[in-house]
C-alpha cells in the first residue's frame, strides 16, 4: 500500500490513499485526518487505508496533482538519523579528515523533525558558503515503540518506509561534530519524497530491515549516483532498536539509514557531493566537484528492477533564503 | 505572567493562567485550548492569557491540584539544550576524563521533545547500570523564529522561561559523544516545573537573556546545589540566534541553558551529580558520590531573594522501567 499527504491548508496536510501505478488518489477520511493521526492508530487507520486503497484500485479516486503533494509527515515529533552505511562512513572520513569513528553500536543523531519540505518544494538555504550537499536515504516510520525493545521485536513496528534528502552543510559539519555534541546548524530540515508505503509494497525489495532498491540521483540532469540500499551494515529494526534503548519511541519517530552508499562506488556513484570529493581526494589527490550553488537542480528516485518508482520522485531547486 | 498546563486526558493538556501566588488557576480558553496552539499565535494568545491572569487577580480560579500539573509543554516540535556554564563544561571534562572541547560558538545538540515529564511524575529508566544523574537548567520557549535572526533580534522572540531537570544517563554519554553524533541514549525525556513565566514576570532577575536565580537542588531532601543562573557565557538570545542559523525555528521550541553551575561551586554545590564527582575527583582522587539508584527523589526549585518560586517545584522519584 502507498500513501500520501496531500496540501489542504493545514499544518499536517491530508492523508490520502496512493494507486499502484502512483497516478491517482483518494482520501482516507475524516477519521484520520492526517498520517500523524494514522499512525497513533495504526491498527484502525491501517484497514481504513487499505480499504481506500482497493476503493482506487476499482477505479475511484482523483488523478494527483504532484504540487499538491506534500512530505508523507510534513512534520513529526522525533527524527533520528543513523549511519548506516560503512563506505559512507570511510568516505566522509576522507572528505573531513577525521579519523575512524570508534563504535560498537550504531552512529545515530537527533536531527529537525518540526518540517519536512515537499518532493517539489524549492529549498532555502543562507549562503552557499556553507558548503550545500544532499544526501539520499531511504527511512523508516514507526508506531509506539517501548522503550527497551528488541532488535526482533523492533521489526514489528516498521509500519511505513519513505525516502529522504538529508540536507547538509558541509562547512559547518566538522566544528560542530568535534564538540562530541553532533550537528544543529550542520542539519536543516530534510525533504521527502511523495510516496511511503508499507513494507509489503517492497515485495523482495524489503529484506532483513533494508531497502533492497537502487537510489537514483541526478544533478541538473546528470547521473550522479545509483547505490542500493542492502549494504547497510545493520538493519532498520536494529537502528529502531538502538533508538528505543532508553526512551519510548513516540509513534511517527522517523528512523533514517543515513547515506545510501555502496563499496562499489567506482561503478554506482555516491548519494551526496561529499563522499564524490573523498573520492576525487584519493584518486585525484584534491576534490573537484563543488557543493551546490543557488539554481541547481537535485532529482532523487529510488527505482525497481521492472522501473517503477515506489516512492515517486523528489525533485528539488536550491534557492537563497 | 504564569501559565501552565492542567492534565485533561488530551496529549498536550489545558491552558491555564496561575495567580501571582501560584495556589490558583484558571483555564484560558477555548481558543488556545493548550500551549502549543498559543504559542504558535502569541500575539493574540498573550493578551488572552493576560486577561485570565487579570480575572485570577480579582479572585476567580480554582484552588490548584499539584498533582494535575503537567510540564507546560508536555511535548514539542523541537527541543535544543545548549551548554552555557563554563563552569559546568570544565567540570565535565574531568568527569568524563575527556578534552577541552574546542569551540568559538556556543554547544547544543537537538534532544528528544516528544515528551517531557510533569513535575511531580515518577520518572522511569531500564538499568541503575546507566549512571543515571539529573541535570538543573533554565530554558526558554520562543515563537516562530526567522532563519537568519541576530542575537539581538532573537530577545524579542523569548516568549516564556521554563525551569527544566535534563535527566541524563552517564555511562552512555562518552561513547556517543566520541562518536561526534551527539546523544540519543544517554538522553532520555526531561522534566519540567509546573510554571512557566514571562520574562517580565522575572523583574531584575531576568538580565541579558539570563535566569539570575539560585537553583536549590535537593536529593533526598539533603541540599546539593544552589547554583545561581547569572553565569552563562553566553545569553538565551544567542542560544536562540544560534539555533536559527541555519534553520527557520518552529513556534514552541525550547531552548536549554545547559547545566547550571558556578565558579564558587565549592560554596553553592552542583547542579549534577557528575560534577560533584569531578569536584570529588580533584579534591580526593576519586569519585565519591554515587549515581541515582531507583527509589531516590530529586527536588528542584528555582527562587528569589525574597523566598518565592516562580517556576514551582519539580519534586520526583526515580523508579524501574
Not at 547538509?168 to 544543529?184: C, D, I, K, Q, Y
Not at 511511503?196 to 544533478?219: F, K, M, S, Y
Request: with cysteine; aromatic share 6%.
Amino acid at each position: 500500500m502507498k500513501l500520501a499527504t496531500r496540501a489542504n491548508g493545514t499544518a499536517d496536510g491530508e492523508l490520502v490513499a496512493i494507486s499502484e501505478d502512483g497516478e491517482r488518489c483518494l482520501p482516507v477520511g475524516s477519521r484520520w485526518p492526517n498520517l500523524l493521526a494514522a499512525i497513533e492508530d495504526w491498527p484502525n487507520a491501517e484497514a481504513e487505508c487499505r480499504a481506500a486503497a482497493e476503493r482506487l484500485a476499482s477505479g475511484a479516486g482523483d488523478a494527483i496533482d504532484p504540487t499538491d503533494m506534500r512530505a508523507p509527515l510534513p512534520r513529526s515529533w522525533q527524527w533520528l538519523d543513523g549511519s548506516a552505511f560503512d563506505t559512507h562512513a570511510r568516505l566522509m572520513q576522507v572528505a573531513f579528515d577525521t579519523k575512524p569513528i570508534a563504535h560498537d553500536k550504531p552512529l545515530m543523531y537527533q536531527g529537525m523533525s518540526d518540517r519536512f519540505y515537499g518532493p517539489l518544494e524549492e529549498v532555502p538555504f543562507v549562503t552557499q558558503a556553507n558548503g550545500i550537499d544532499f544526501e539520499g536515504e531511504f527511512g523508516v516510520i514507526v508506531d509506539t515503540v517501548p522503550m527497551g525493545t528488541s532488535a526482533e521485536d523492533a521489526m514489528a513496528h516498521i509500519k511505513l518506509i519513505v525516502q529522504i534528502n538529508d540536507w547538509s552543510l558541509r562547512a559547518l559539519a566538522v566544528p560542530e561534530m568535534n564538540t562530541g555534541f553532533g550537528w544543529v546548524q550542520a542539519k536543516p530540515a530534510c525533504s521527502m519524497a511523495p510516496f511511503c508505503v508499507t513494507p509489503d509494497e517492497l515485495g523482495d525489495a524489503w529484506q532483513d530491515g533494508r531497502v533492497c532498491l537502487d537510489l537514483l540521483i541526478d544533478r541538473n540532469g546528470e547521473r550522479v549516483g545509483a547505490a542500493n540500499g542492502r549494504e547497510m551494515s545493520v538493519g532498520f529494526h536494529e537502528l529502531v532498536a538502538h533508538a528505543a534503548a532508553t526512551r519510548e519511541l513516540v509513534a511517527g519517530t522517523i528512523i533514517g539509514s543515513g547515506t545510501v552508499a555502496n563499496e562499489a562506488y567506482a561503478k554506482v556513484g555516491s548519494s551526496c557531493i561529499s563522499e564524490r570529493r573523498a573520492i576525487e581526494m584519493i584518486e585525484e589527490g584534491a576534490p573537484q566537484t563543488p557543493f551546490l550553488q543557488f539554481g541547481e537542480h537535485i532529482r532523487m528516485s529510488a527505482i525497481t528492477s521492472d522501473g517503477t518508482m515506489p516512492f515517486g520522485v523528489i525533485e528539488q531547486k536550491v534557492v537563497q533564503a
